[in-house]
């Protein structure tokens, strides 16, 4: 395939993921959470089975060494540069700031 049919495939599945989202008002926290570990392992498992792979092959060492600087550097940041956080429903009562 040339890569104009990629792109126009890739357009196509855009617009068919957008749409099969964006047809309901609301959804469930259920099928949100379901929809979104969904698409997280499909990007997990092409980074891991294919992406990787060609890195490694193409870079050799020093690739390997910038995906992990690369994983390190955002886990860090996640979890060094932001106090606390949660996501969607998993919330707490925060207390009033001192003096306030």
Known sequence: MTPILYA????GANLI???AVTVRRQWSSRSLELMI???AG???SVS????IPEAIIAGG??????????FLLVHFSQHAFVPHFHFGQRTHTVSPPVGG
């Open 8 to 11: 126009v495939a890739a357009a």
């Open 17 to 19: 993921g957008a749409a």
């Open 37 to 39: 570990a969904f698409s």
């Open 42 to 44: 499909v990007l997990i």
């Open 48 to 51: 891991v089975a294919d992406i």
């Open 61 to 70: 060492r020093q690739s390997a060494m910038v995906i992990l600087a690369g």
